[in-house]
């Protein structure tokens, strides 16, 4: 009766102990994934650059096969070095920078006898920082299963693609000065781009003659519907003259081939003029100053500042 007895408590004390293997075996490879992610790898939608405003993304893990049987810990990362794969995948695209999101919550729970996790979320804000009509993107990937950094963690990327559309402003960030015909003392043809409107100028060399211009370098395509200049307070408009009577505009995407906009009469109002153009998109802009009331009716110089695009 007592050996009954003890193969009993043997046999009971095996199973409990199996129970325990059964219930904290490890997940299986690749088991656990993006809850959003389907046959593609991206997720892509319109970012308003227009204002800054607070967009709240949201990530769930999914456990694939049968419900967990204890809860897992997942945690989310943003790998920017997948950036190299999705350009070689899906082509050209810019990198959210650091500065427009915040990874709020990155650790959610599945919890026992359930796929799915709780939610974490990305805060995206300051749009106004982007660059108008780009591809943006924010690589995502699992980066630990209950502390395991390889294992459980499937190694797809969930791509965050935001396509930025028209701004409030179009950013001069990346602008640099390509050509210029000439300038005087310290007031050099950069100042012309700068992002100081009123007190920082280019002036051009008060010993040469009209036409006087310079070529911006963009770096990069943008889409505007006109070019704003100023003149700046200093000449007292139109008292101390050295301001534009006739412009010239041209665009070019490769800084070779150069299309004519036309010629613009001066019509200066509160130290600014707007070109209006129809919507055109280049690489580079030719700003050409055709003629000009002379400085202090003596100097064939032209003071220029603000050159900016309007969207």
Known sequence: ?????????????????????????????????????????????????????????????????????????????????????????????LLLPQTSYLLYKKDVSIAAGTTLSDKAEINIGQQRSLVEYSTYVLPVVISAVDGLVEGPASERVLYFVFKTGKPFAINRVGWTIETYSSFFNAFRPPLAIDNDDNTTYWTSDILQQMPQGLTINFNREVTFTGVNYFVPALLNYPTQGGYPSTIRIETSMDGASWVDHGVFDSNIIDNKQTLELALTTSRYLRFTVLSAVKYAATYDAIFISGISLQP
């Open 1 to 93: 009766m007592r050996l009954y007895y003890f193969i009993f408590l043997l046999l009971a004390a095996l199973a409990v102990g199996c129970s325990k293997d059964v219930e904290h075996a490890p997940l299986p490879d690749d088991s656990i994934t993006f809850a959003q992610l389907g046959e593609s790898d991206t997720l892509e939608m319109p970012l308003s650059i227009l204002r800054d405003s607070s967009v709240t993304l949201e990530i769930q893990a999914m456990l694939s096969g049968n419900p967990a049987l204890r809860n897992h810990q997942v945690t989310f990362a943003v790998d920017t070095t997948k950036m190299v794969d999705y350009r070689n995948r899906f082509g050209d695209a």
